[in-house]
């Protein structure tokens, strides 16, 4: 899983570089990534976190020596990073809900970091916890970045060429209790993504 892994976010990170000079097809790249990165962190950081292989974890003697408790703070820390990763991928998308999902992932990963530290220290100091730490600290600086770079910001990295949008957007962040505002960002975003889709058609 080490490998996917890895493939992943390379593909991520190619993703944003074309992101970053409006390359077509950028976006769907950074989301398959993000996403395929998210499920895994979700559903296999059990056995990701525990070094146990992918076609061994239905095999009850892989799972020797490993407490049921460090079982169960492996799914919770993946679902923290599994967090993490998708506040990213809105937050890269300028999708709605960026902010609150960087946010949530953040701080998922400082109470799974206090944790991780504490569990460290008093048990056993194996291998496996460089997995987790490197994790923590790469992909929660990363959220924490983000969740920090306005919105308005990201939209005129990335979506430059619509400047309609790119406005709409600022306006919004001044006042987003403005229900003209909040239709407008809609109704530009709604042009924007129909001019992308005729392009594409082109």
């Avoid at 998922?108 to 496996?128: E, G, Q």
């Avoid at 403005?178 to 993504?193: A, D, G, I, S, T």
Wanted: hydrophobic share 50%; proline share 1%; aromatic share 12%.
């Amino acid at each position: 899983m080490k490998k996917t892994e890895k493939i992943l976010w390379i593909m991520a990170i190619i993703g944003v570089i074309l992101k970053l000079i409006l390359i077509a097809g950028s976006g769907l790249l950074i989301a398959i990534s993000l996403m395929s990165l998210s499920i895994m962190y979700f559903i296999f950081s059990f056995a990701f976190f525990n070094q146990i292989r992918l076609r061994q974890i239905f095999k009850r003697d892989a799972y020797q020596g490993i407490s049921a408790w460090r079982i169960v703070g492996t799914i919770v820390f993946g679902f923290s990073l599994s967090c993490a990763v998708i506040g990213t991928l809105f937050k890269l998308q300028s999708w709605n809900g960026g902010a609150l999902m960087t946010f949530i992932g953040s701080l998922c990963l400082f109470i799974c970091l206090i944790v991780a530290l504490t569990s460290y220290y008093k048990n056993s100091k194996t291998k496996s916890y460089k997995l987790i730490f490197n994790r923590l600290i790469m992909i929660g600086i990363l959220s924490l970045i983000l969740y920090f770079i306005p919105r308005s910001l990201l939209v005129a990295t990335f979506k430059r060429n619509y400047p309609d949008y790119d406005q709409a957007v600022k306006n919004l962040e001044k006042d987003p209790h403005n229900e003209y505002l909040v239709e407008e960002e809609r109704r530009q975003r709604h042009l924007m993504q129909s001019s992308h889709r005729r392009k594409k058609i082109k």
